[in-house]
Structures are given as C-alpha cells and as structure tokens.
C-alpha cells in the first residue's frame, strides 16, 4: 500500500465520494466525514495547515487520518502539532480503517519521518478497540517516535439493552420524584409536554439559531462562556447540521410544553445507537428540569425506536454521571519527535499531569 498527502482541501473535496463510501462501510462516524472536514476547514483552517493522510492500494483508498497543524501555545510547549480535524466538536479522533489489515499507523510514520514540519501527533478521543490502539501494542507499531496511549477520560452513554422500565428503576429514588413532580408542575402551568422531531433545512436553521441563544444565556446565568460565544463555532454547527439534515444523517428534536420551546437536543443518525452531540434548554424555566425531561422523552423515542444505546461521548460530566450506566475509556495517543518542540511538548503534558494528580490526592483527603 502506497500513500499520499493531501494540503488542499479542493484536492480532498475530489475524492470525498468515495471517502466518505468508505466512512459508512467501515466505522461509521460523523468525524471522519466529508462533511464535517469541509465544514470545519471552511470555518477554522484559517492559520492552520492542512494534512489529510490517505492510505491507498493503486486508485482505492484503504485508509486515512484527517489531520492539521497548528501552533499550541505554552502549556504545550509551543509545539508544531499535528491535530484531528474538528477541535473540540470532534467526539472521535480516529483513523479511518478500511480493511481489516490496513496499516494506518505503520504507514503514517513512515510518512512523517521523511517531514520536518511537525513536532507532536496527538489524537484525544480513541476508543478502546480501536484499531489505532491495536497497532501501537503491536511488536512493530510507531517505533520511530516515542508513542504513548493513556487512558484520558471516559466516553459515557446510556445502555437500554434490558429495557427502559428496568433502567429507569436503577435511577435514584429522589431523582425520580423530582422529575415526576417537575413534569406535573411543568404540564399544569404551561400545557402538556412533547417531543417533536426538527427537519428540514429551514427548521434546522431556526433551531440552530435556538440553541445558540439557550446555550448563551444559560452559560452567561452560571457566570461560564458557551463556546456558542465564538461566531465560528456556531456558523459551523449550523452549516454542518443543515448538510447532515439533506443527507438524512441528522436526528434533532424540540421539547415543548404548551406553545413554549424549553429544550432542543441534537444527535447524529450515523453509526450505531443515539449519538447525542448538542443539548441546550431555555434557562428561564431551568425550576422544571427541562434538560432532564428532554432526556427522558429521547429515552422514550429510542426504546420504541428499539434501539439500545444513547450514546453521549465524551467529556462534560454533570448530567452523564446522574444518567449514564455505561462508561468505556478513552485514550490520548501522542507521538513526538525529539525536537524542541516536541520534547517541550512532553515536558509540559507531565508538569500538567503531576499537578492533576496532586489535585485529586488533595481532593480525595
């Protein structure tokens, strides 16, 4: 197998049919998407060089890693690194595998050892399973550069599999209550609760607009900033959700009482289960837990949808820990040079992590 960069997105744009082919046959993931990389490009490449690696045997692709380089700042060493395309709204930062023996990774070091203009590779988000992590424990993997994998946080999600009765009884009693009390007070002062699905590009339009207003003044009301502050960030979800609504791969919902808006949820109807991405409720009728309603009505529709997992990545603890009864790791994979760059990079990820872990030792006392 052969392999090419790809530093033009128009180049990338040319082969993403059959990119993204690949994308629904292998592991189906929003992330790796065409959609979601043109999107973000357009939106973020700004200052950032593009690096699509793509594994291919004569014209057929076999593989790829959606990257880019930007700078990163102090508490990263100010090295050149090597990121997967999207920041933070990519929930998955894994290679695409096409077949079953396609050496991604063997081949990815190969073809950054013969460049000079990246210091670190690191990927935040990989499951475990991954083939990634498959090929970094093999005898061969990445040898070139030091290459870690730690487990960095855990990718949450709620497992329907013995039925919705049964998972709701395993929630706390007081929680319960709450909800059941909440939802009479809700029904009673403003009209009866529903789920109604959001389609269309002019609904997704007007409810993109929504969320970013939800999630402003919620975020301002706790004295926090929404990264729905940047205009960036939200032009982007909006264009990316309005592209996944014409494919068919977007699964959106409002939560009403009454004729009032309270809460709108969107998710990713690619892969597996419920892919939950974006929640956001009206902050002015925060006494009646909107959230968690809206949550208990998407539990509804994917059990009668016969679906078993809701599935809400990673990061953001608050409501996951109350809710989710299925937690998995996910791992960081760096990969470095001994540049400057690279070894200051290092340095600077084991200062961080010691103090993270004098931080929990002082907590747990």
Known sequence: MDYR??????????????????????????FL?????????????KGRKLRIFVLHEGAKIKGGLALCIERGGAREGFANILRHIGGVAANYTEPLYACEDAPVLARLVGALSLRRDWDVLCLTDIREGSKLLAEIAAPAGGKKFPVSAVNDHMNYAIDLSMGLDRYLSGLSPKLRRDLRSKRKRLTEKFGQVRLSEVKGREEVDRCADL????????????NRKSNFENDRYADFFREFLILMDGAGRLDAHLLEAGDKAIAISFAYRFGKGFNWVLTAFDYEYKYYRPGYILIEELLKMISARGEACYNWYGHGRFYKDQLCNRLTPLYKVVMARKTPGGLSFILAQRIKDMLKSVRKAADAK
């Open 5 to 30: 960069w790809i530093e033009d997105i128009d180049e990338f744009s040319g082969i993403a049919d059959e990119w993204d082919a690949l994308v629904a046959s292998s592991d189906p993931q929003p």
């Open 211 to 222: 969320y970013r207003d939800f999630s402003r003044a919620a975020f301002a009301a706790r």
């Open 33 to 45: 998407l065409s959609d979601f990389i043109i999107t973000w490009w357009k939106h973020f490449g």
